[in-house]
């Protein structure tokens, strides 16, 4: 294995660097956090389950011509990626109604939107990611116009693609954040991860509000059973990966 320092330590991950300047080592934890991080606990396995769900959502986007940082995943919990200088947002996209949005606005939890709704959020631990609106962000200087329409029009598409994949695998894509970056040649990449810590997903065949959460809202709001879910999104997301592969 080439020889690596200690770049970064989040909440998730831990990044390494390389031998080589451009390429970085993310090492994933089975560490949760919610609520910015003011909850804290584990799930047993999550590391490795969330790194091979996003190796395979990875390695599906860019066969749709979705530039990634994803290059190779070296262990059940280790993948090698593109040095990225990531924007400071969080992209996020909502489908259905539920989490901030519903505390937000009123809507009620379910409401099917009735186009994707894309929201850009502060990446600031300190400041709670605070929602931005166009003004502020562009107050900030954290994009320009033209960046927040290439994230818009990626981020849709994304959405269009991961809808499509997770109802393959008879789950609902209710939200999920994304964050970007650009690599050494200016290209934009989508960076960070694809897992149950970063996507709402609904059993499609439960229509209990609680049993059907197959996400990290069972750790957030106690729902238990949290390993058991995350493995059985893993299992989904497997079998639909293979059967891709297959075509």
Not at 90 to 112: H, Y
Not at 203 to 210: F, R
């Amino acid at each position: 294995m080439v020889a690596r320092s200690l770049l970064y330590e989040g909440k998730a991950k831990i990044v390494y660097t390389t031998t080589e300047p451009e390429i970085l080592l993310a090492h994933f934890k089975d560490d949760a956090t919610a609520f910015n991080a003011q909850k804290r606990g584990s799930i047993v396995g999550k590391g490795e389950i969330n790194c091979t769900i996003s190796t395979v959502l990875f390695q599906y986007l860019e066969k749709q011509g979705i530039p990634t940082h994803w290059l190779e995943s070296i262990s059940a919990n280790q993948m090698r990626v593109r040095r990225l200088q990531i924007l400071p947002l969080e992209v996020v996209v909502r489908n259905i109604a539920a989490g901030s949005l519903c505390q937000q606005t009123g809507l009620p939890l379910g409401t099917v939107l009735k186009q994707p709704l894309v929201e850009f959020y502060y990446k600031n631990d300190s400041l709670g990611d605070p929602l931005l609106t166009s003004d502020r962000l562009f107050l900030l200087e954290l994009a320009t116009p033209e960046q927040v329409n290439q994230l818009q029009q990626m981020a849709r598409q994304i959405n269009r693609y991961l809808s499509e994949f997770f109802q393959r695998c008879d789950m609902t894509l209710v939200d999920f954040k994304l964050e970007f970056g650009y690599d050494a040649q200016g290209q934009l990449r989508l960076g960070d991860e694809i897992s149950p810590d970063t996507c709402r997903l609904w059993d499609v065949a439960e229509t209990d509000p609680n049993r059907r959460v197959m996400d990290k809202d069972r750790f957030r709001r106690d729902l238990g059973n949290v390993e058991t879910a995350y493995q059985e999104v893993l299992r989904r997301v497997l079998a639909q990966g293979n059967e891709g592969d297959g075509n």
